[in-house]
């Protein structure tokens, strides 16, 4: 959800050769949340971009839910992606993201993230709180 995050997240994927998965994954979200008036425009869209045969911007789902995915598209909805979009997610989340967590852009962004002050450590670990009143003994 992080705009910044995900623009880094997007970056590492260029350099992998694989942005055209997040782009996929934001293109089914727009699909998803969208106008229902665009939902035919949009499911076209995708489809040309992602999915086609000789697509610019391919991506890589295994054939049986290219198959499912392309039935569905003959009567375009608002979910006919989902399956598709659930395996490119899964994808990011077992290779990619693991992969960006432990790259350098992601350890440049850390280092330049501001840490809301509730959240960094005290000076003095004996002032916290308790957070549980017990009866002394």
């Known amino acids: 959800t992080d705009p910044l995050g995900r623009a880094q997240l997007l970056e590492f994927l ?3 050769f694989s942005a055209e998965n997040l782009s996929f994954w934001e293109a ?3 699909l998803r949340y ?3 008036s665009r939902i035919v ?3 076209d869209s995708i489809y ?3 999915l086609a045969p000789g697509a610019t911007r391919w991506v890589n789902i295994d054939s049986k839910t290219m198959e499912r995915t392309l039935e569905g598209i003959k009567t ?3 979910y006919v992606m989902d399956d598709a979009q659930m395996h490119i997610y899964m994808l990011m989340k077992k290779d990619s993201y693991p992969r960006f ?3 350098e852009l992601y350890r440049n962004l850390l280092a330049e ?3 809301p002050p509730e959240t960094k450590k005290r000076v003095f670990p004996f002032m916290r709180k308790q957070r549980h009143s017990s009866p002394s003994p």
């Open 14 to 16: 260029k350099k992998e």
């Open 28 to 30: 089914c979200e727009e």
């Open 34 to 36: 969208g106008e229902q």
């Open 41 to 43: 425009e949009i499911v």
């Open 48 to 50: 040309q971009q992602f």
């Open 76 to 78: 375009p909805h608002r």
């Open 101 to 103: 967590l432990k790259s």
């Open 113 to 115: 993230a501001v840490i």
